[in-house]
């Protein structure tokens, strides 16, 4: 891409692609967004080097008499950010994908197209997903956080937010999307095909996604790598339990006018560094793709609920989001298994816990095996096998605390979400039988 | 002191919750000349309009490719493809290679054997030999 | 194992096995049979050939089984996982507490392990731990004078008044003198860190990977990896 860059500056087609007069109704609602900074693209640049006497191009710079366009495309369309929504309909990509997610003939396909256009794409509000992915995200977190503190109500918090991020988090909805077979455009643009997933790498785009405060330390916190309290994740923090960074990111508006510098050095045949910040398959790209995925994976959950209303984008999330599996045995990481434990035991009036052992075998030998169980009176908490007495007692503690924490009332135990269907019949029989559920007391240890 | 948190992604598992047909687009290719693809133009022309309208969740794309054999390429989800090549096959010997294409995976074949292949845990456990009483034969 | 219909000898047995015990259905007719050789057999089949668990049979002494009905009771021989919560820790709403399950099917003895054969608890030897409080008798009865002379104490000469020698001074555990006072930072250092650093300084290689590797372990163990 970038070789095919330097051969088009050089050649100097390029600076009549850029008419600044907006024809469609759809460019003309645009105002002035990113009036300078036009994306380009060009199909078969070297042909355009080729034959550069030719005047036959179109305004953006393909020979249109050796590659015939497979679509009539509007007039001035590469001038626009993203896709006019009217060809929407034409997108075989689109319709594809609407039938493959079995979404409703009530979204659409305009209404998809716009889920797949990133802020980062289209800083246009009106044109881009931001706004239905902020109503998506609410509602996905909403339903994964219901169903966590129904169905599993003695997690620790932060195991909560672990779980939340695992089971709602960018990376979770990024392969989500990823396993609906979506692709994503090299660049946005007005000519590519509205079946393709937008979003640019170069200008991070801003969308509000969640609720929650900055702190004012917000910077010493990142940098320092401060502990955040749990209370105060609680209060400050997103619904994952991550600092909200702040409303403008500033080091991000820094990065932009250096990589234009970049690339405008660049295009004088300076050579470009081997792995820029933007360059495929960097820490940064491959974050912004996970952020364009997920937010493109809220965003029709947001159509969804937009057009469908909630049940249906209730049982959306239930078949894509909810229905995946996340062991929650493997979230939680120990320090003083044996003192938490007997913590817990004091807290909740048992009697002391008191390590066992059960049985054991080769304790002379190389590899010995001791089975030990934890009691409080007589009834046994936990039990683990390990190599030493030592390392059998803490994962005999490990696991009895895990099955405190891990107590789940059933896997038919309702959420409050299940009541809200008033509509009908089915909703009002659900109504008369709810049980408020099992809420537990608290952290054992407060942070 | 207190319980830390360690960090996981939730794993898919396709047709638990919903279900997504894997095949997402296919080729046709085909030549107007070759006698190769009579069968193929005879599929395009007669039975492809209604397969496409009975699978929408496949992108079907045709287009010529002179000179060459007839091919039904199969894109997947997975990143992977299918081709498969058509020549001198009647029209609804196509159709059953394009069932093919749309009921694969796009995974590579392999043997599969064991009967179930799960990511659930057994009701029973894993055995171990420190559990239990066993029996006294 | 072998398929044996290319041997005629083996055919008239796989023949006279099958008139033999012809009431029994064959299962794969069409495929090949497979017989045993009178080597294997013993080691295959009769070895195999096993009493059902004594569970499956009726227990003509159990007073539950004079109706039509049976409780089957064959728990599994595997390590209990973490998601069966003891009897202990379920809530007192929930409903498989309420159904008082255990007292019913067992006495007060048998834990929640479904050991079929009831285990007398105080008979495990236990695994002694000095910071655990279930070991060491506790003063619970220390006043605010008390934390305040332990305080004084451990910070005027924290290497006499070790934390050990307070807690047995005061009657408290270890853990609690620990959460009245801290000592300097001086005299964990010099107590803790220096004597540690030169004797890690006197390591080979082979003892500090040794230790390396053991502390690794320690972290997989807590993160639940081992």
Redesign the interface.
């Known amino acids: 891409m970038m070789k095919r860059l330097r051969i088009e500056r050089a050649t100097g087609q390029l600076l009549a692609a850029h008419p600044s007069t907006t024809s469609t109704p759809g460019a003309a609602l645009r105002s002035s967004h990113r009036a300078s900074q036009v994306p380009v693209r060009h199909q078969s640049s070297s042909a355009v080097e080729a034959k550069s006497h030719t005047p036959l191009y179109e305004e953006d710079g393909t020979d249109h008499s050796r590659f015939p366009p497979l679509e009539k495309l509007p007039p001035n369309t590469s001038a626009l950010p993203s896709p006019l929504p009217s060809r929407a309909l034409q997108s075989a990509k689109l319709a594809a994908l609407h039938a493959r997610l079995s979404l409703s003939p009530k979204i659409p396909l305009q209404t998809l197209a716009r889920t797949l256009v990133d802020a980062s794409a289209d800083p246009n509000p009106q044109f881009n997903n931001s706004s239905l992915a902020f109503l998506g995200s609410t509602i996905i977190n909403y339903h994964a956080s219901e169903w966590f503190m129904v169905h599993y109500p003695r997690l620790p918090m932060d195991v909560f937010y672990a779980a939340m991020t695992g089971l709602a988090g960018p990376a979770p909805l990024h392969r989500i999307a990823k396993s609906w077979g979506i692709e994503s455009a090299a660049v946005p643009g007005g000519e590519v095909d509205p079946g393709l997933l937008q979003f640019s790498l170069e200008h991070p785009g801003e969308s509000v996604l969640g609720f929650g405060y900055t702190r004012t330390v917000v910077g010493k916190i990142n940098k320092n790598n401060w502990q955040r309290s749990v209370a105060s994740k609680v209060i400050y923090d997103d619904d994952f339990g991550q600092a909200v960074p702040p409303p403008s990111q500033q080091p991000k508006e820094e990065n932009n006018p250096a990589e234009e510098e970049e690339s405008e050095e660049f295009s004088e045949s300076v050579p470009l560094p081997k792995f820029s910040p933007t360059s495929y398959g960097s820490e940064q790209t491959r974050e912004l793709s996970e952020k364009a995925h997920a937010n493109f994976v809220r965003a029709v959950v947001g159509a969804m609920y937009a057009h469908c209303g909630r049940e249906a984008a209730k049982s959306f999330v239930k078949a894509h989001v909810l229905s995946r599996h996340l062991d929650l045995e493997r979230l939680f990481a120990f320090k003083h298994p044996t003192l938490e434990l007997a913590m817990l035991c004091a807290r909740e009036e048992f009697d002391p816990p008191v390590a066992r052992l059960l049985s054991e075998t080769g304790r002379l030998s190389r590899t010995p095996v001791f089975v030990v169980g934890i009691y409080s009176g007589n009834d046994k908490l936990g039990e683990g096998a390990g190599a030493t007495l030592e390392q059998a007692r803490l994962k005999a503690a490990m696991h009895a605390l895990k099955a405190w924490y891990l107590y789940s009332p059933g896997e038919r135990a309702r959420v409050p979400s299940d009541m809200l269907g008033d509509e009908d019949e089915g909703g009002a029989e659900k109504k008369k039988s709810w049980e408020p559920v099992y809420v537990d007391i608290g952290e054992l240890i407060s942070r | 002191?207190?319980?830390?948190?360690?960090?996981?992604?939730?794993?898919?598992?396709?047709g638990?919750?919903?279900f997504?047909?894997q095949c997402?687009?296919i080729d046709l290719h085909y030549c107007d000349w070759a006698g190769s693809s009579r069968g193929m133009n005879g599929f395009i022309k007669s039975l492809l309009p209604k397969f496409a309208a009975a699978h929408?969740?496949?992108?079907?794309?045709v287009s010529p490719r002179p000179a060459k054999h007839p091919v039904a390429i199969g894109h997947y989800?997975n990143g992977r493809s299918k081709p498969i090549c058509v020549r001198n096959m009647e029209p609804y010997e196509i159709l059953k290679k394009l069932e093919l294409l749309r009921d694969a995976s796009g995974e590579k074949l392999k043997k599969v054997t064991k009967p179930v292949r799960s990511?659930?845990?057994s009701v029973?456990?894993?055995?171990?030999?420190?559990?239990?009483?066993?029996?006294p034969? | 194992m072998e398929a044996t219909l290319s041997r005629p000898a083996a055919r008239c047995c796989c023949l006279l096995k099958s008139t033999t015990t012809s009431s029994t259905p064959r299962l794969l007719p069409s495929q090949q049979q497979q017989t045993r050789q009178k080597s294997t057999r013993a080691r295959h089949k009769a070895a195999l050939h096993i009493p059902p668990h004594p569970s499956f049979l009726s227990n003509p002494s159990s007073p539950s089984s004079s109706g039509s009905t049976t409780l089957i009771f064959n728990p599994p021989s595997s390590a209990p996982s973490v998601f069966q919560t003891p009897f202990k820790f379920l809530p007192k709403s929930d409903p498989r507490r309420r159904a008082n399950l255990p007292q019913n099917l067992f006495s007060s003895s048998i834990t929640t392990n479904f050991a079929t054969q009831p285990v007398d608890v105080s008979s495990l030897p236990t695994i002694f731990d000095d910071r655990s409080p279930a070991t060491a008798p506790k003063n619970h009865s220390l006043t605010k004078e008390d934390v305040e002379e332990m305080r004084r104490l451990r910070l005027a000469d924290p290497v006499e008044n070790s934390v050990l020698s307070l807690a047995r001074q005061f009657g408290c555990s270890v853990m609690f003198v620990m959460m009245c006072v801290q000592a300097g930072k001086e005299h964990r250092d010099k107590v803790h860190v220096e004597p540690h650093a030169a004797a890690r300084e006197r390591w080979g290689p082979k003892k500090r990977e040794a230790k390396e590797e053991r502390k690794r372990r320690m972290d997989m163990l807590m993160r639940g990896e081992i």
């Open positions: 002191m207190a319980v830390k948190a360690l960090q996981a992604v939730s794993q898919g598992r396709n638990v919750g919903a997504i047909l997402k687009r929408p969740q496949i992108e079907f794309t989800i990511i659930n845990e029973r456990g894993i055995w171990s030999p420190y559990h239990g009483n066993g029996m034969l």
